[in-house]
């Protein structure tokens, strides 16, 4: 496996099925590293709309993304920004969603606070008295702002999912509330379990 000879390819419930990597893997051309890296640029660029141009160097991944795109100013905010030109001419429809904590739009947490004034800490390794949001707190995506956190727990047990609080960062009107209860529900629904609000 770590020479490249074998790979997953495919699963059998928790079970991984492996195979020969020349079977799994497409035989596709190599592409050279600079060009590589010009992709990864240009897809980071889409995927996020607008990145710095230079970053902090990240163990994981880049945070930046190079020359793609056209250069940018935030307003308010420091630094060389990159937009992708694709999404200035589509029109831009909202929509409300209850994001991952590892969710690339707020993975570059400094990015995060700078464009969108939204402070979140995954908290899950702090101790219980020092949360501000909850061990595994959603960040809730409305329109094109975050406005705020959801608390809840997987009671696997008892078959539910429970919501301990919701943190709103600015007050819900009835559209908001009424949209981020949905998104809880259909959360509920997708998992399979009975949706418990304290």
Known sequence: MRRGEVAVAGRKGRDRLWD???RVYPDDPVVPVDEARRRRDRRRLHALGIARARGPECPVEPL???DA???AVVEG???RWRV?????AQPFSGRTALLS???RLIHDRKRTNELFEFDYQLEMYKPASKRRWGYFALPILHGDRLVGKVDATVARTAGALRVDAIHED???DRAVTAAVQGEIRDLADWLELDLVLR
């Open 20 to 22: 020969l990597a020349t």
């Open 64 to 66: 930046d993304v190079g």
């Open 69 to 71: 795109g056209e250069p």
């Open 77 to 79: 905010v420091a630094g």
């Open 84 to 88: 992708d030109p694709a999404h200035l």
């Open 101 to 103: 904590p590892f969710d």
């Open 170 to 172: 600015v007050a819900f």
